[in-house]
């Protein structure tokens, strides 16, 4: 799709005006997330972080996954130098893949305290580099995970992302001198990801949190020798399965194996049915 700037900005704000709940436990927050600075309008970045700001909103974008050259023929600099100027960065900033920044921009990237969401799955797909998560950590970059989703094909199963993550940088851990841990990596998807989002009351299993949770069943024969170090367990040995139970701001959502209050078999194939007829436009 192409898009104007004042049609993407006049239906973000109307997102915003109807979805957008600041309130703690919120379940519905918006977020203004031009695509990529090589494929927008710079007029639509610099409208975007002033709208996002007056809002009270929080901003996202893709960055460094192989537009710099790009970048530099058009504007002359790298995209990160391209953002600073325009202001799209700071705290309430996010943003996705990363892996052809600099380390020198990554120390900048922390001194904003901007955090980055890598997405393990697509970054192999595309043969990218391996984003180092010790180098990140000693800059002060927040790391969450992501995935990229179901219409690139890298599927969007966040629990067989949290292994992978952990698989990527034991690969490069001879190199790096050494590793993050498997619990690193759980906190990343975990306590990051609500941090990212700017989430005080989420992230984490503590009073005055909201009940967000999943429970998986480890009674099976696969885990037999594993269960004294829970911790480390998820993203070192990995769990691509459904999981037992999700619960979200208290209320059981997801349970045996059905999600609750919602027809899957219905709603995949009105899905299917959605994109089918998209390809044959």
């Known amino acids: 799709m192409v898009e104007t700037t004042d049609e993407f900005l006049g239906d973000c704000d109307r997102l915003i005006r109807k979805y957008h709940d600041p309130e703690p436990f919120s379940m519905r927050q918006i977020v203004v997330s031009p695509c990529q600075p090589v494929n927008c309008r710079r007029e639509t970045y610099i409208e975007s972080v002033?709208?996002?700001?007056q809002k009270g909103v929080r901003l996202h974008t893709h960055l460094g996954e192989g537009e710099n050259g790009t970048m530099i023929e058009r504007w002359g600099k790298r995209t990160l130098s391209w953002l600073e100027e325009l202001d799209f960065v700071g705290e309430d900033c996010w943003f996705a893949h990363c892996w052809e920044l600099t380390d020198e921009e990554m120390v900048r990237l922390g001194q904003h305290k901007s955090g980055v969401s890598h997405c393990p799955a697509p970054q192999i797909l595309g043969g990218f580099p391996v984003l180092n998560f010790n180098q990140m950590q000693d800059s002060n970059v927040l790391i969450s995970l992501g995935v990229d989703g179901l219409a690139t094909n890298d599927g969007s199963n966040l629990l067989d992302t949290i292994r992978i993550a952990y698989l990527e940088q034991a690969q490069h851990s001879k190199?790096?001198?050494?590793?993050v841990t498997p619990y690193e990596v759980l906190k990343m998807a975990t306590r990051n990801g609500a941090a990212t989002l700017g989430r005080k009351d989420l992230g984490s299993l503590e009073p005055g949190k909201?009940?967000?949770l999943f429970a998986v069943d480890v009674s099976g024969l696969e885990f037999g020798g594993a269960l004294h170090d829970p911790r480390n367990m998820l993203a070192k040995i990995g769990f691509s399965d459904k999981v037992?139970?999700?619960?979200?701001?208290?209320?059981?959502?997801?349970k045996d194996n059905t999600l609750v209050g919602v027809d899957e078999r219905v709603m995949a194939l009105h899905a299917d049915k959605i994109y089918r007829k998209l390809l044959e436009v």
């Open 244 to 254: 037992a139970m999700t619960i979200c701001n208290g209320r059981i959502v997801y």
């Open 210 to 212: 909201g009940a967000d």
């Open 50 to 53: 002033k709208l996002a700001r």
């Open 175 to 179: 190199q790096r001198g050494g590793s």
